[in-house]
């Protein structure tokens, strides 16, 4: 069974910085595409930032590029959204998301992923 369990989500200042944990088990983490994506109220969900399996190409939506970084630890099966300088429209639902392995590619699509984490709440004031 497949399984991914978010964490470090919760309440910032406008301006400050979380780091998401998103781990998986049940699955090979290693050759697994991952992203991650989130849903703020009243909206459909949306892309943030995807990792191909070795961690070396990577995409984010504009929304947050130059903020967020996306990293992972194969050896951990373990993968990371660094937000920083967040603003209080970052505030969502943010889900991890793993897929098969595509390579290279870099996907950025919610159909390109097969398992879903349950989502951990990000909150930033102004």
């Known amino acids: 069974q497949v399984q991914l369990e978010e964490s470090g989500g919760g309440l910032v200042q406008a301006g400050g910085s979380l780091r998401l944990s998103c781990a998986v088990s049940?699955?090979?983490?290693?050759?697994?595409?991952m992203g991650w994506f989130r849903q703020a109220p009243g909206k459909e969900r949306e892309f943030v930032a995807t990792?191909?399996?070795?961690?070396?190409?990577?995409y984010y939506a504009d929304s947050v590029k130059g903020r967020f970084t996306i990293s992972r630890d194969n050896a951990k099966n373990t993968v990371y959204l660094q937000m920083n300088s967040l603003k209080p429209e970052d505030t969502a639902v943010y889900y991890c998301?793993?897929?098969?392995?595509?390579?290279?590619?870099?996907?950025?699509?919610?159909?390109?992923?097969?398992?879903w984490g349950q989502g951990t709440q990000v909150t930033v004031s102004s």
């Open positions: 998301a793993s897929g098969g392995y595509r390579g290279d590619y870099v996907a950025a699509r919610e159909y390109e992923y097969d398992y």
């Open positions: 990792s191909n399996w070795s961690g070396k190409s990577t």
């Open positions: 049940g699955r090979t983490f290693s050759t697994s595409a």
